[in-house]
């Protein structure tokens, strides 16, 4: 009578080739290992830096559509107030104000409009002017100088113009 046999998966000593051979495979894989986990960290901070670029694109764009308007290069020009001795930069295209102040002390001594086609001389406003001021504009004054204080500027301005309209 034949004996029944059967095949199971049981722990053998390996040989000093074999264990050599298991080693080198072990390293291999584990380099392998390695380098795939390198390549997902580097394509994430790609991924990463894609999608925070492609981010703020689309906030600023989200911006300009809900404000309906967008920074650009304009050309501006100044433009010369001699009654209340300021300078006003004002857009081209649309003749809005941008900013106000005072003039320098070539400016007053009028060295700096000579020859200047780009300059242009602004009339004086009436007190209370209008409602046409632009953005940035502090109404016809500097930045930093209150109504009162420009008021008083002008007044200035004027009297020595007319001082010096009466001893030339």
């Known amino acids: 009578m034949l004996t029944p046999t ?17 080693s080198q495979k072990l390293v291999s894989l ?16 790609a991924v990463k830096v894609d999608v925070k670029t492609k ?23 100044w433009q010369a107030d001699p009654v209340a001795l300021t300078m006003t ?34 009339k004086p406003e009436v007190e209370g002017g209008g409602d046409d001021q632009g953005p940035g504009d502090s109404g016809g004054v500097g930045v930093s100088a209150s109504v009162g204080e420009a008021a008083a500027g002008r007044s200035r301005a004027r009297r020595r113009l007319r001082r010096d309209a009466g001893e030339g």
């Open 89 to 122: 930069l004002v857009r081209v295209d649309t003749g809005a104000r941008i900013e106000t102040r005072a003039m320098t002390a070539e400016e007053r001594q009028g060295e700096m409009f000579a020859g200047r086609s780009t300059l242009s001389v602004v």
């Open 55 to 77: 981010l703020t694109e689309a906030k600023k764009l989200r911006r300009v559509v809900s404000t309906g308007s967008e920074e650009r290069d304009v050309l501006c020009e």
């Open 6 to 22: 059967e095949t199971r998966e049981l722990q053998v000593a390996l040989s000093d080739d074999e264990l050599i051979g298991r």
């Open 30 to 45: 584990l380099d392998e290992v390695d380098e795939l986990q390198e390549d997902a960290k580097d394509a994430a901070a």
